[in-house]
């Protein structure tokens, strides 16, 4: 329906689709379409840094132990 131009919806950072409340409701009552929000919000966008960060910090110590493990079976 996003897709139509039914309903009015933005895609997170994420990748997630989400949907305004406004625009459900215009749609059930066939009012005029709220305005579209075109981007996820700011908080949206700082958790989904945060996460990637997170990921990345991760990686890096994953292979750090990876790295370890290896140079220790080396020395065998």
């Given at each position: 329906?996003?897709?139509?131009g039914?309903?009015?919806g933005?895609h997170?950072p994420?990748?997630?689709?989400?949907?305004?409340?406004?625009?459900?409701?215009?749609?059930k009552?066939?009012?005029?379409r709220?305005?579209?929000?075109?981007?996820?919000?700011p908080?949206?966008?700082?958790?989904?840094?945060?996460?990637?960060?997170?990921?990345l910090?991760?990686?890096?110590?994953?292979?750090?132990?990876?790295?370890?493990?290896?140079?220790?079976e080396?020395?065998?």
């Open positions: 329906m996003v897709k139509d039914v309903l009015d933005f997170t994420g990748g997630h689709l989400r949907v305004s409340a406004e625009s459900i409701e215009a749609a009552s066939q009012e005029a709220p305005t579209r929000t075109r981007e996820a919000s908080v949206l966008r700082n958790r989904r840094e945060r996460i990637e960060e997170l990921t910090e991760a990686q890096e110590m994953r292979a750090q132990r990876e790295l370890g493990k290896l140079r220790r080396d020395q065998e």
